[in-house]
C-alpha cells in the first residue's frame, strides 16, 4: 500500500509540473500571437530638433536627430510620449513596411509624458490599436511593451506591473500624472511605445526609467492609457511648440522677475503656434539649483490676461481656457524679454 500511495504521489507531482510548462508554452504561444497582431500598428518616430551646443568655444543651435516610437489609433492620429517630440522641428513616421510620412504635433503634456501627432495623410489600410482600461490592471499582471530599443525596430520584451504612481491630487491637467512601474526591458528608442496587456490592449505608454547607468536596470515607467485618454482625447489642448522652465518665488527674484512667478522659454519651434508669435528661447546655459536650464530666452508672464502663477488655481485656469481656444482666436502673451515687457500677439 505504501507502495501505490507514493507512485500515486509521483504521478500527482509530475502532472503538476507537466501542466506548470504546458500553461507556460501556451503563454509563450498567446504572446507571440499578440505580437503579429498589434506590431504593423507600431510605428517608429524620426525627429529632428535644434539644441545649443558649443562650438569652436561659441555656442550655436544645432540640429540634431532622436528616435522613439508611437503607435495609430486611428488613420491619422498616433500617441507618443511628450519628450519625443515635444521641440522637434520635424516629425517622420516609420510604418512597418518601410513608408515614411510626416507628422505634426497635436497636444503634448510634460508631466505625464505622451503626446498626439497626427499624419500630413492618411496611412492606407492602417490597423488601429484599442487603449484599454488601465485601472483595472493589478501588480502582477504580465505585459509586454514594442518598440525600438538603440534603433531595433519593432523589437519586444516582457515583464510584469510592479507598481503604481500616481499625482491625481491637483485639479489642473499640467501637473496630473499617472504611471504603471514594470520590470519589462525599456531602452533608448522605446520611449512612446506601447505597453501592451494580455489582451492585446494598449494601457501604457512608454516613458521613462530609473538608472545609475543609463541603461535598463529593472524599473521602468508608462503613462497610463486613461491619463491618455483624459488630457489628450478628451481635453484636446493645442500644443504650444515651447519648452518651459517654471520659476519659483526664489528663481524669480534672482532674475529680477518683476512678478512672483513666471515662465522661463528654454526652446522654441519656429513653425510651432508660439514660434510664429516671435517667442525667443534661451541662449546661455546655465544651473540653477543642480538644474541645468538655458538663460536669455523670454520669460511669459501672462497668457491672455492670465497672470502665470504656480498654482492648482491658476494652472487649471489657464487649461481651461487652453481648451476652449479656436484656431484663429487671438493670442496674447505678456513676456519680459532683455529687462522689458513687451506684448506678442497673433
Avoid at 505634426?104 to 498626439?116: H, K, M, N, R, Y
Avoid at 501592451?196 to 501604457?204: P, Q, R, S, T, Y
Avoid at 515651447?242 to 522677475?257: D, H, M, R, V, Y
Avoid at 513653425?271 to 541662449?283: A, D, F, I, N, Q
Wanted: with cysteine.
Amino acid at each position: 500500500m505504501i507502495f501505490f500511495k507514493k507512485y500515486f504521489e509521483v504521478r500527482h507531482i509530475s502532472l503538476l509540473v507537466l501542466l506548470f510548462f504546458c500553461g507556460q508554452i501556451n503563454r509563450a504561444q498567446d504572446l507571440s500571437g499578440l505580437y503579429e497582431k498589434v506590431n504593423p500598428s507600431v510605428v517608429i518616430l524620426l525627429t529632428q530638433e535644434k539644441s545649443l551646443q558649443q562650438v569652436g568655444g561659441f555656442s550655436q543651435m544645432i540640429s540634431s536627430e532622436g528616435l522613439g516610437s508611437g503607435f495609430l489609433i486611428s488613420e491619422t492620429q498616433i500617441l507618443t510620449a511628450a519628450h519625443v517630440v515635444d521641440v522637434a522641428e520635424r516629425v517622420l513616421v516609420q510604418f512597418n513596411d518601410g513608408k515614411l510620412i510626416e507628422a505634426t504635433v497635436t497636444s503634448s503634456f510634460d508631466e505625464p509624458d505622451i503626446a498626439l501627432i497626427t499624419l500630413t495623410e492618411p496611412q492606407k489600410n492602417a490597423r488601429f490599436l484599442t487603449l484599454g482600461d488601465s485601472d483595472k490592471t493589478k501588480v502582477g499582471e504580465r505585459v509586454f511593451v514594442v518598440g525600438a530599443p538603440f534603433g531595433l525596430a519593432h523589437s519586444l520584451s516582457s515583464g510584469y506591473i510592479s507598481g503604481r504612481i500616481k499625482n491625481d491630487e491637483a485639479q489642473n491637467p499640467f501637473t496630473n500624472s499617472e504611471y504603471l512601474q514594470t520590470d519589462a526591458a525599456i531602452n533608448t528608442g522605446n520611449s512612446g511605445g506601447p505597453m501592451f496587456n494580455l489582451k492585446g490592449e494598449v494601457i501604457g505608454i512608454v516613458s521613462h526609467i530609473k538608472t545609475r547607468t543609463g541603461g535598463f536596470q529593472g524599473i521602468g515607467f508608462a503613462a497610463t492609457s486613461n491619463i491618455a485618454k483624459e488630457l489628450l482625447l478628451n481635453r484636446n489642448i493645442p500644443w504650444s511648440g515651447a519648452e518651459f522652465f517654471p520659476l519659483s518665488k526664489e528663481a524669480s527674484k534672482l532674475l529680477n522677475i518683476p512678478q512672483e512667478n513666471g515662465l522661463l522659454v528654454q526652446r522654441v519651434v519656429s513653425s510651432s503656434p508660439y514660434g510664429k508669435l516671435g517667442l525667443r528661447g534661451g541662449t546661455v546655459k546655465a544651473t540653477i539649483n543642480n538644474t541645468e536650464l538655458l538663460l536669455g530666452g523670454d520669460v511669459i508672464l501672462s497668457i491672455n490676461g492670465i497672470r502665470f502663477e504656480m498654482t492648482d488655481e491658476t494652472l487649471k485656469k489657464l487649461g481651461d481656457y487652453a481648451a476652449t481656444v479656436k484656431p484663429n482666436e487671438p493670442i496674447v502673451l505678456e513676456v519680459l524679454r532683455e529687462g522689458k515687457i513687451i506684448a506678442l500677439k497673433k
